[in-house]
């Protein structure tokens, strides 16, 4: 491979889902979580991280065998990998957030904000949490607050009115302790299955 073929490819997989710039400006004294010691977005806590939307390069990073510790990914090949990269990126609202440990270039954690557009409220925006995994070696060390932390802020951020998610009852506390409340009423979580339960 020549040098200019080298440069080109590794934009390529350099290339961000989204502007990594705004996730600088998210303020974590608006949220209510409590980090001991003290971390955020732009300070994780340890030169060898760093929070970052997700990059085209991430299929080489683990990012989907860090999926699989959620649910069942299938056998993702690179270019389905690439192509719903491109259509996520075209179609805009899918903000996959991730942590990389640059040490040995892993996806250590990762949570998707995707934002639907409205016409009700004024032509609203609302936001939707979803995918949220911290790798299991790395696992009680605030990784899972500071990436859902990061992704709420993001929602505020792009002017969401509100953000939602649905969890297991064992992590209810968990979402608590980061400003989330169950809404008695008006929480119950109902899905219709077109294929069998992949979870
Ligand atoms: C849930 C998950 C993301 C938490 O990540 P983590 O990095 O371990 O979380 P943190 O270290 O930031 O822990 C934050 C707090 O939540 C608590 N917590 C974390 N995971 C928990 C669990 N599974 N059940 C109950 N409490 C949990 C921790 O004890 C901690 O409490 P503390 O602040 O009072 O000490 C992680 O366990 C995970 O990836 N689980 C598998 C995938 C999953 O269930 N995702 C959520 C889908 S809704």
Redesign the pocket.
Known sequence: MGMETHKTEDRHQSEYLYRPDILQKLDFNKSPAVFNPRISTVNPGADWMVVRPLQRGDFDKGFLQLLS??TSTGSITRKQFDERFTQMKISGGHYVTVIEDKRSSKIIAAATLTVEQKFIHNCSLRGRLED???NDT????????LIVVTVSLLAQELGCYKMSLD??D??I??YE?LGYKLEPGNSNAMNMRFEEDPS
């Not at 790395?138 to 607050?145: A, D, P, T, V, W």
Request: aromatic share 10%.
């Open positions: 510790q959620l949220v995994v911290v790395y696992r009680g060390k605030q990784l899972g607050k969890c297991k064992k992590l506390k968990f302790s």
